[in-house]
C-alpha cells in the first residue's frame, strides 16, 4: 500500500514563495498521475497541478504562472514550487497519487498567506 506524505506547507507572507513536498512510501515510477489539490475553508477541493508519467503538466488557471509541479523520481516526491502567493491561495495541499488503478491521498499541508 503506497502511502503519501506531505510537507513544506506554513504561514508565508503575500509575495512570498513555498515549496511543497510529497514524499512516496515506495517507488511510483508506474504512476499514471500525480497531483496537488487544494481546500479553502468553506470550499471543495479542487485541483491545482497535475503531472504524468511523461513529465506532462497541466495547471488550474487560478495557480498558472506562479506554480511550477515536478517530481525527483529517485526519491519518489513531487515537489509544488509556488511563487508570488495571494492570500487566496490559502488552503490545505494535499497531494493525490493514481496508480494501478489505485488513488492514494496524503493527509494534507496548511498554507496560510497572510501578512
Known amino acids: 500500500q503506497v502511502q503519501l506524505v506531505e510537507s513544506g506547507g506554513g504561514l508565508v507572507q503575500p509575495g512570498g514563495s513555498l515549496r511543497l513536498s510529497c514524499a512516496a512510501s515506495t517507488s511510483v515510477f508506474e504512476f499514471n498521475v500525480m497531483a496537488w489539490y487544494r481546500q479553502a475553508p468553506g470550499k471543495q477541493r479542487e485541483l491545482v497541478a497535475t503531472?504524468?508519467?511523461?513529465?506532462?503538466?497541466n495547471y488550474a488557471d487560478s495557480v498558472k504562472g506562479r506554480s511550477t509541479i515536478s517530481r525527483d523520481s529517485a526519491k519518489n516526491t513531487v515537489y509544488l514550487q509556488m511563487n508570488n502567493l495571494k492570500p487566496e491561495d490559502t488552503a490545505v495541499y494535499y497531494c493525490?497519487?493514481?496508480?494501478?488503478?489505485?488513488?492514494?491521498w496524503g493527509k494534507g499541508t496548511l498554507v496560510t498567506v497572510s501578512s
Open positions: 493525490f497519487l493514481n496508480v494501478g488503478g489505485l488513488n492514494v
Open positions: 503531472i504524468n508519467s511523461a513529465d506532462n503538466t
